[in-house]
Structure formats: C-alpha cells, structure tokens
C-alpha cells in the first residue's frame, strides 16, 4: 500500500503499544490505516485437510475444532480460514483461531493511536506470504524455517502451494532449536511420498547460522541451503498476498459497510440540498411571475387612460 500505511509485527498488546508510540510526529500525521501481524502463542495456525465435506460446511467443522484447541466458547473466539484447495473429494487449506480478548486489546490499542486497522494476521503467514514475494518455489518442495525475536520458529513445509506442515516451534538454546527441527522435518518427510526437500530457506534472527546450515545439510542432503531476505513490512503493505486470512475481517467489513452507508447518506444530504435550492428558485420564479402578472393589467388601464382622454389628464396636470 501507500505511505499511509503502516505495518507493525507485534509479540503482544504491550509490543504493539510501544511500537505505535514509537513513531516520529510525521508518521502519526501522516499514516491512517494499520496491518499487524501478531507473533503471539495464544494465536494459533492449523492446516486442515478433511474428506469428503462440502466447502460451505467447512466453516462451522473449524470452528467446532477451533473451541476444542483453545477451550473457549465460539463467541470468545476470533476464527477464519481459508481453503487452498478442494479437489479428489477433500477439502484441504488454514485456519486460524485466537481468544477474541486478545484482538479487541489490539484494535483498542490501534484505534488510541487514531488508526484504522485493516489485517490482522498470525506473523508466520506474513513471513510466508515475504517469503513467496521474493522467492519462486510455488512448484517445489521446500522448507521455510523463520527465527522470530521471541524465540520461536515459524517452520513450514509446503509441497506445490499445500502445507504438509505448519509448526510454531518454541526453543530456548541452539541444540533445542537444532532438536525440533530434525524432530519436525523428519516427521514431515515420514508422512510424504517425497522425502526430500528441493530447498531449504532461513530468515530471521538465525543462532549461529553456519553451524546450523551445515547440521541441516548434512542431515536433509540438501543441496544448497538459502538464506531468505524476504521483508515482513513490505508484504504486509502489499494489497494482494497468498493469503487472504484476517482475524478481522468482521469488523473491517462491517466498516466497511459504515462507510457506504454513510456515502450514501451524504449523497442523499446532497440531492436533498440542490432539490431544495432548486425549489427556492422556482417558487422565486413564480412569485416574481405573478407579481409581474399582477401589476400589468394596472399598468394597461393607465395606458388606456391616457390615450383615450389626454385632455382630462391635462386638466389633472394644471390643477
């Protein structure tokens, strides 16, 4: 998007917070509309796969395994998903569920920064989302294995646009982050008829990235190992990305429709005003009309007057 916008990857309300505040007066003058893109454990990111369900019912089936992973009722749930695929009689794609509590404290936040929120989307979906910006793997099988700054890592694997695996990864030391990645990507090649990957990409604030490169390489038998640039910010700006999730997409829509209605009523304010100028001209017109009407037969008679007895007029004139 434009300079308006502004794109923030937070780790909690308290991030985004210092985050907004942490602006120059230009910036809060000049950006109007958000994306965020939230790095937080209680938000969580599932790929689904189900047979033989119809795409209009995969919503209410999520949403149901939704109140399940977080334990809370579906109105304390902020929920979407999207379908990536639906082919052969199965429906495959993410979704995407987090306590509605910790949404409404961000848009809060956001709105006492005069913001308009337009996205708010899970940090791992916006580091894949940079990742395909900047990289053309769409028909290979690869691995995308990001470091985040509060010690997680964001790890997918996807094969041909579909996720084989999506993990968010806690770790504390090197050998625990090198632990769970052998761990899932063994797992992930163990489910797969493919059990090799064509690349595997690194982004983020890498521990120790030579050693770490050459453990993978040794035990994956890659080829090369690729070091991603990919920008979160810059995809979080960008009007189309690969996915469409939004954990707002309620209340953007419902602004959204605000928005039209309150055009419409300007619009509708407006015609109003030019009929009623237009009315005020007419009667206007009218008034001088009959007015003029009104005083032409007065002024025929005195004509009349005057032409037929201008000796008596004289007369009135002398005296």
Known sequence: MDKHTLAVAATSPDDLAFRLTDRTDEEKKCQ???????????????????PGIKVQDVRDRLRLVSVELLNLPADQLAFDYQVLSSDGGRVSGLFVCAPKSLIMECLQIIRQAKLQPLKITPYILSSIDAFYLQNEAQSQRFCL???TRNGYINLAVIHQQRFELLRKVPYESFEEALLEINRSLRSACAKSSVKKFDRIYLSGLIPQQARLIAEIEE????RTLVKSEASISEISRAQQSFFSINLIREQVVCARERSHIALGFNIVLAMLFGLSLYCGMRIRQQSADIQKMATEPLEQSARYVMNENPDSMRGVQSL
């Open 32 to 50: 109007r509309y958000i994306n965020l893109a939230i790095c937080s454990p209680e938000v969580l990111v599932q790929p689904f796969s189900i």
């Open 145 to 147: 294995l990001d470091f």
């Open 219 to 222: 035990q994956f038998e890659t």
